[in-house]
């Protein structure tokens, strides 16, 4: 049971990545993001492009080359999100299209992101590194791999980022105020644009983030992250849309779930204990724990 | 490229086809074109139609690699019913958390509804035979004609059935109550307002297109006589049918079968193209042109190719609006010509 709960740590660290970029999108542009999953799944194939071996760090699986993997991860996801928003979303946006409609056009850039990735690597797996690694045993029964410790770190490091870039600078607080009320914000000064696309970067570059330790964590293949699209909407929801420490807690909540159900149902159905949660919360408090409104 | 359709067996089935996704998108239409829900779920209810009608109308299950409940070998009718009541009560149950909250969590829960149903269909062996699938569904009125020309008798069929949804739908739809859905698609507060219930009329709304949409599922099984839980992955299942709703053009009927004959159309074609391709990879071109298709029509074409009339009551009579699906026909080609024009940008603002 120690071991499960550790495991979902490590999971709940990959789905926090990717609901804190879905929930700030969801929170300041109203719509959900169907394409966030297949996002994940690009960072992981740009980092599987760009990794070059590099020998290995102490007893990780990989070099120095895969930090160099992540950060092009980081940054052609980013790049590539606000280059969607300038093409797809903002025309809509400005057509005063509904919530409906973008996501409808989310779904259908998902379906392209897809698609592409298909038709660049194949519809096969794909491992960073081959050859099996020792796990080090800890009290408890629990036995981690140098990797999945590596995983948790990066996520702890990223997730620590992103609270001070929200908390303690000034864009952080533009980001907050136009989640809060775009209107107000605009009134105020901010340039709410400017905004839009900081929020892209920053929820695009952490979800790259979050689909090459996705590919560390396991392996690669193109359904990856739309698989993943249930843990991530059912985490932000849980939390309360718009709220990044809400998508954490209800990573937590979700990833952990996931694991421990393996205890005494088939591990088959781990998607489903995601939409499980998500039903629950949206029957007893659909605006999430730390949620204001719906 | 077009040389397949000479074939009069091929055309059977491809129209055949092209008839039970125009069930799907009458059903989605009555969802979304009509009362605004936003049901990203279609999939899951594409499942529960076809593996209802197989488990109603096939034999109880016998032999090593056949295990699924019921096998009741009651007659087509029977399936196609109990198809659509299933899908009902499915869509009454997801229906009571989600349709008084925001569009966008029907979407996300109906995704979850679909997906869980999926690994439950594949996991759960005894239930309808997991991955191995349902084979050997009974099709109606077989005994009637040589086996080679049966095809042609199941469209007949699946002709029929498309007719009498569609009438239903298009009557309920210029009735007082499908005003109202329109009403709440538009501004549901007003809607509420004028005195209309409108967790009633949506969850009503909502059971309705999950009862076509079972007889959809039903359609299916019958017509390819054998489904796996790979059938119903989203691409196929939900996506698809989304796409042939929005290219047609939602909140029309008549838009919503078009649609389902371009879009399937063009997913048969590519199909046939990349079939006999050497690198499998090929294959997910499709998919890529399905998807830039409805960003495409999401972005210069809103309304799709054959968009809502105005005015849909019998008792408005006729107005000028009423010949516009003749002019954009006609006009079909300059796509790009007409992007937003003000009504366009005043229509498609409605979900907010």
Known sequence: ????????????????????????????????????????????????????????????????????????????????????????????????????????????????????????????????????????????????????????????VSVVSVYLLLYRTKLGK???????????????????????????????SLAGLAGVLLGIQSHLMPEMGFIFILPLFA???????????????????????????????????????????????????????????V | MISDFLNPS???????????????????????????????????????????????????????????IGGLHLPYVFGLLGAGLACAVLAFIIGIPTLRLREDYLAIASI???????????????????????????????????????????????????????????????????????????????AAASGKNIFAFKMQAFVLGAFIMGIGGAMYASYVRAITPDTFVPMFGTFLIWVMLIVGGSGNNKGAILGALAVWLIWDRTGALVSNAQDVRIFYVRNLLIGVLVVAVLLLRPKGIWGEEKRVSVYAGKEPERRKPKEVEEAAEPLTSAVSTEEEADDSSRAT
């Open chain 1, 174 to 204: 533009a980001m907050r105020a136009t989640a809060d009320n775009m209107e107000l914000a605009k009134v105020a000064g901010i340039d709410t644009e400017r905004v839009v696309i900081a929020t892209w970067a920053i929820g695009g």
């Open chain 2, 112 to 190: 979850g509804v679909a997906e869980t149903l999926r690994r439950v269909f594949i996991n759960e062996m005894w239930l309808v035979n997991g991955t191995r699938g349902m084979i050997g569904i009974p099709q109606p009125l077989h005994g009637l004609v040589d086996t080679a020309d049966y095809k042609y008798v199941y469209l007949a069929i699946a002709a029929a059935i498309l007719l009498v949804v569609y009438v239903a739908v298009e009557r309920g739809i210029r009735s007082p109550w499908g005003r109202v859905l329109r009403a709440i698609r538009e501004d549901e507060i007003t």
């Open chain 1, 1 to 156: 049971m120690a071991q499960l709960i550790v495991i979902g740590l490590i999971m709940s660290s990959i789905i926090a990545l990717g609901a804190i970029g879905l929930t700030l999108i969801y929170g300041i542009l109203k719509f959900a993001n169907f394409a966030h999953g297949d996002l994940m799944t690009v960072g992981a194939y740009i980092a599987f492009l760009t990794f070059t071996g590099g020998g290995h760090i102490g007893p990780l699986s990989f070099g120095y080359g895969m930090i160099l993997a992540m950060l092009a991860a980081m940054l052609v996801v980013g790049a590539m999100s606000v280059l969607i928003d300038r093409l797809v979303y903002r025309p809509l946006r400005r057509r005063n299209a509904g919530l409906v409609i973008l996501a409808m056009a989310s779904l259908g850039m998902a379906i392209i992101v897809r698609s592409l990735v298909y038709l660049g690597w194949g519809p096969d797996q794909r491992f960073y590194s081959s050859g099996l690694q020792y796990a080090h045993q800890f009290p408890l029964g629990i036995a981690l791999k140098p990797d999945q410790m590596f995983i948790g770190a990066t996520a702890l």
């Open chain 2, 10 to 68: 091929y055309l059977a089935g491809f129209l055949t086809l092209v008839l039970i996704y125009g069930v799907f998108a009458i059903g989605l239409n009555v969802h979304w074109g009509y009362t605004g829900i936003f049901n990203f779920g279609v999939a899951g209810f594409f499942a529960v139609g076809a593996y209802t009608s197989a488990i109603i109308t096939k034999q109880p299950a016998s032999g090593a690699y056949m295990t699924y």
């Open chain 1, 235 to 293: 985490a932000s929801i849980l939390g309360g849309v718009g709220s990044p420490h809400g998508a954490l807690v209800g990573a937590l909540v979700v990833g952990i779930s996931q694991e421990v159900s393996t205890e005494w149902i088939s591990p088959a159905y781990k998607p489903a204990i995601a939409f499980i949660l998500l039903f629950a919360i949206l029957l007893v408090r659909p605006r999430g724990i730390f949620g204001v409104k």
